[in-house]
């Protein structure tokens, strides 16, 4: 079955502790990407990729590392999270050809207190 | 800089009716891509339906349709004959082409009444 696999689900940690979310496709995308989502903010893009090697920043990429080694994973690394990190992040990939249309995780809840 | 702007926090609609809930967009990309997710209260983000700048025709799919006027850059997402499992949020997206960035809008939480 086509993917988009996220873990864990829900976290709680503490303020400090670095933490990472990992992120796999099994579709041989080359795009893949980062959101968190606040209520009414909607989605904001952390960062993204291109392709292995190749990553961007999105719009809210601060606090936040991401590094694309295989073309399956896209890890997302919080070195030293504050609470204003709490958040649900999904993670997403496409193809880069056609339409682009992502395909989303079922997402990751954190808080950090 | 480039911007999904959704102005309905929230939308009711009569079962069986149809609804349209509005999307506008600011790019200065001549090729670009536009998008609709649905968010139901379980959380997961599913694809709806995707227009392209250069489509000819308004997209659609199954229930869904896109009404897309590029001229005044709105994108707004049509549900003909509403059901109650379309109560969600409904996200409205955009990609631009040369960027490789994603922007979403903030959202319209429909609430379908029987």
């Known amino acids: 079955e086509a993917q988009v696999t996220q873990n864990p689900r829900y976290l709680i940690t503490v303020t400090g502790k670095k933490l990472t979310v990992t992120c796999s496709q099994n579709m041989n995308h080359e795009y893949m990407s980062w959101y968190r989502q606040d209520p009414g903010l909607g989605l904001r893009q952390i960062y993204y990729?291109?392709?292995?090697?190749?990553?961007d920043k999105g719009d809210v990429p601060e606090g936040y590392k991401v590094s694309r080694k295989e073309k399956r994973n896209f890890p997302l690394i919080l070195e030293s999270p504050s609470p204003n990190q709490t958040s649900l992040y999904f993670c997403a990939s496409s193809s880069l050809r056609g339409s682009n249309i992502q395909y989303f995780g079922a997402g990751t809840r954190l808080s950090v207190l | 800089a480039q911007k999904i702007t959704q102005t309905q926090p929230g939308m009711f609609v009569q079962e069986k009716e149809a609804v349209t809930l509005d999307c506008t967009y600011d790019t200065s990309d001549p090729s670009y891509g536009l998008f609709w997710y649905k968010q139901p209260s379980s959380g997961e983000m599913i694809f709806l339906i995707y227009q392209g700048s250069y489509d000819q025709q308004n997209a659609t799919e199954g229930r869904y349709s896109l009404n897309f006027q590029k001229a005044r850059k709105s994108a707004n997402l049509v549900i003909s004959a509403s059901q109650l499992g379309d109560s969600a949020m409904y996200f409205c997206a955009m990609r631009g082409r040369t960027g490789n960035q994603f922007y979403f809008g903030t959202g319209t939480s429909l609430t379908v009444i029987p």
């Open positions: 990729s291109m392709n292995v090697e190749v990553t």
